[in-house]
C-alpha cells in the first residue's frame, strides 16, 4: 500500500477527496494548529487485507515530541485501515482512501 502524507493548515475527507488548506509549511511557531491529510492507495491484491497504521510527530532526531512537562507523545495514533472496493469498481484499478485530521494549539517549538 502506498501512503501519502500533506501538512497544512486544515485537512477534511469529503466524499472520496482529500482537501488540504494552506499545505506545504515547514515552520511554525506555538501554539500551533495543523492539518494532516492523508491518501492510502492500495492497488489489487490489498483489497481486503488489514493494515496497521502509525501516525507520531517526531522532532528532527526521529525522536517522538513529547507533551510539555511529560514523557507522552503529542501525537501518536495507532489503527488499523482495511481497503474494499465499492461495488462496480474495475478490479484492476488502484482505491483511494481519503484522511484528514487537524490538531489546535499544540505546544510546538518554533
Sequence with gaps: MKV????????????????????????????????IGILFEAQPGEFGGTHTIVLELVDEDGHPVPVPDS????????????VIPPPGHAP????????????ANAPLRP
Design 4 to 35: 501519502s502524507l500533506v501538512l497544512g493548515e486544515y485537512a477534511r475527507a469529503a466524499d472520496g477527496k482529500l482537501d488540504v488548506l494552506g499545505a506545504g509549511w515547514v515552520l511554525t511557531g506555538t501554539p500551533a494548529s495543523f492539518g
Design 92 to 103: 484492476t484499478l488502484w482505491v483511494v482512501v481519503p484522511l484528514g485530521s487537524n490538531g
Design 71 to 82: 514523557d507522552e507523545p503529542l501525537v501518536r495514533v495507532e489503527g488499523e485501515i482495511e
